[in-house]
Each structure stands twice: as structure tokens, then as C-alpha cells.
């Protein structure tokens, strides 16, 4: 059974503040964070009257807890939310989140499009495989909310989509999505800086903010990954 170490919820630190130690403050902290829930289970319980409960499936909670029969037993816990995206506070890598959280740094890389393993203060991070699934003939954002346990508002936010429209063939974030990390530009700040500052390239600044040259703008916002 799985025994994820909880994560709490870090507030973005200012760049004044954290410039010294290396990290940045995120200008996006206010999306809320799917976190673990446990329970204890009771006699007489069973995963279909769980699964019933907490709106989930038996499949989902067997994968959850690792569990290979559905036979559960009284007085052990069992996960019925897992954690699905993390905000990065002081003294995370994604080193200690893979161990925390029993994947790999290769998958927290890939799952969040990252080139290299810096991370920030205050950046979202997914710590489950995001689920993208291809639209149907039929498929409708309200069909495929409830069938994911999620909000029409979630998934057109995951997927940047300004209406509700979508189309067959069409690939969607069913869970969160990989977030872009931004900074905003301060005063004194070169892409020369900000590259050494967070391991990127100038080259890699340019091309991620579709810049033509080297100027930069006190107040610009700029992706870093």
C-alpha cells in the first residue's frame, strides 16, 4: 500500500528574497493542489462501497494502493485521493520529490517538460503522469468532466481553451496539465543573467518567448521552461 509523504503548499516568495538562495517566486501560486487522502478502513467496507463514496472507481483505488485482489481489511488505510501536482518550497529537488512520491527524476521531467532539473520556489509541479486522452464522435466537455471526476471549467483551463467547443481527433489534458514557469523581469536583469541565474540558455529564453533580440523589459514576464 502506498505511504505518500504529504506535501504542503508553499507561498511564492518575492525575487528580492529568494535571488540569494537561488531560487525564484512563481507568478502563478494560486491554482489549488489535488492532495492525499487517507482513510482507515472499517469493517464491513468493501472497494465498491469506497469506490461509491468517494466518487472514484474500483480499478483506480486498487491502483492507488497497489492492491493485486480486491479483498481490503479492517483497521489498515487505504488512499482515496492521491496527489496528483505539488507546490516546490524550500529545500525540494526533484530528487526528494521522486523519492517522496516513489517515481522517477526522468518522469517528473518529462511529465513537466523540463530540460533541466532546476526547479523554484513556488512552482506547480506534477507529480502523477497527466492523463490525455483523443476526443470521439460524440465527446463533449460536459461527458468527459464527469467521466474524469473533473470540472468543464478544469479541462478548458488545462487545455487553454476559450470555449466549448472541441473536436475529434482532438488531444486533451483530462488532469492537470504541465504548467510553463514564469518570472517577472527586474530591474538590472539581462537574458544573459536570467540564464546563468536558472540554468537555461539565451538561446532556449528566446525561442520559449518568441524574442527577435536580447532586449528585455522591467515588468516583462518570461517562461522558463
Same mark, same amino acid.
Given at each position: 500500500?502506498?505511504?505518500?509523504?504529504k506535501?504542503?503548499?508553499?507561498?511564492a516568495?518575492s525575487?528580492?528574497l529568494?535571488?540569494?538562495?537561488g531560487?525564484?517566486?512563481?507568478?502563478?501560486?494560486?491554482?489549488?493542489?489535488?492532495?492525499?487522502?487517507?482513510?482507515?478502513? %472499517? /469493517?464491513? +467496507? *468493501?472497494?465498491? @462501497? !469506497?469506490?461509491?463514496?468517494?466518487?472514484?472507481? #474500483?480499478?483506480? =483505488? &486498487?491502483?492507488? $494502493?497497489?492492491l493485486?485482489?480486491?479483498?481490503?481489511?479492517?483497521?489498515?488505510?487505504?488512499?482515496?485521493?492521491?496527489?496528483?501536482?505539488?507546490?516546490? %518550497? /524550500?529545500? +525540494? *529537488?526533484?530528487? @526528494? !520529490?521522486?523519492?517522496?512520491?516513489k517515481?522517477? #527524476?526522468?518522469? =517528473? &521531467?518529462?511529465? $513537466?517538460k523540463?530540460?533541466?532539473?532546476?526547479?523554484?520556489?513556488?512552482?506547480?509541479?506534477?507529480?502523477?503522469?497527466?492523463?490525455?486522452?483523443?476526443? %470521439? /464522435?460524440? +465527446? *463533449?466537455?460536459y461527458? !468527459?468532466?464527469?467521466?474524469?471526476?473533473?470540472?468543464?471549467?478544469?479541462? &478548458?483551463?488545462? $487545455?487553454?481553451?476559450?470555449?466549448d467547443?472541441?473536436?475529434?481527433?482532438?488531444?486533451?489534458?483530462?488532469?492537470?496539465?504541465?504548467?510553463?514557469?514564469?518570472i517577472?523581469?527586474?530591474?538590472g536583469?539581462? !537574458?544573459?543573467?536570467?540564464?546563468?541565474k536558472?540554468?537555461?540558455?539565451? &538561446?532556449?529564453?528566446?525561442?520559449?518567448?518568441?524574442?527577435?533580440?536580447?532586449t528585455?523589459?522591467?515588468?516583462?514576464?518570461?517562461?522558463?521552461?
Open positions: 500500500m502506498k505511504k505518500h509523504q506535501i504542503a503548499l508553499a507561498l516568495l525575487l528580492g529568494t535571488g540569494a538562495l531560487f525564484s517566486s512563481h507568478d502563478n501560486v494560486s491554482a489549488s493542489t489535488n492532495t492525499q487522502e487517507e482513510i482507515v478502513i %472499517k /469493517k464491513g +467496507d *468493501t472497494l465498491y @462501497s !469506497l469506490s461509491k463514496k468517494y466518487d472514484i472507481t #474500483v480499478e483506480e =483505488l &486498487k491502483k492507488m $494502493n497497489n493485486t485482489s480486491s479483498k481490503i481489511i479492517a483497521g489498515e488505510k487505504l488512499v482515496v485521493k492521491e496527489t496528483i501536482e505539488v507546490i516546490v %518550497k /524550500k529545500g +525540494d *529537488t526533484l530528487y @526528494s !520529490l521522486s523519492k517522496a512520491f517515481t522517477s #527524476v526522468a518522469d =517528473l &521531467k518529462d511529465w $513537466n523540463l530540460s533541466t532539473d532546476t526547479i523554484y520556489i513556488g512552482q506547480k509541479l506534477l507529480v502523477k503522469a497527466p492523463v490525455i486522452i483523443t476526443v %470521439k /464522435k460524440g +465527446d *463533449t466537455l461527458a !468527459l468532466a464527469n467521466s474524469h471526476h473533473t470540472t468543464i471549467a478544469n479541462i &478548458k483551463s488545462w $487545455n487553454k481553451l476559450t470555449s467547443t472541441i473536436l475529434v481527433g482532438q488531444k486533451l489534458y483530462v488532469t492537470p496539465a504541465p504548467e510553463s514557469f514564469t517577472t523581469v527586474v530591474k536583469d539581462t !537574458l544573459y543573467s536570467i540564464a546563468k536558472y540554468g537555461t540558455t539565451v &538561446k532556449s529564453l528566446k525561442e520559449l518567448n518568441k524574442l527577435a533580440t536580447n528585455i523589459y522591467i515588468g516583462q514576464k518570461l517562461k522558463l521552461n
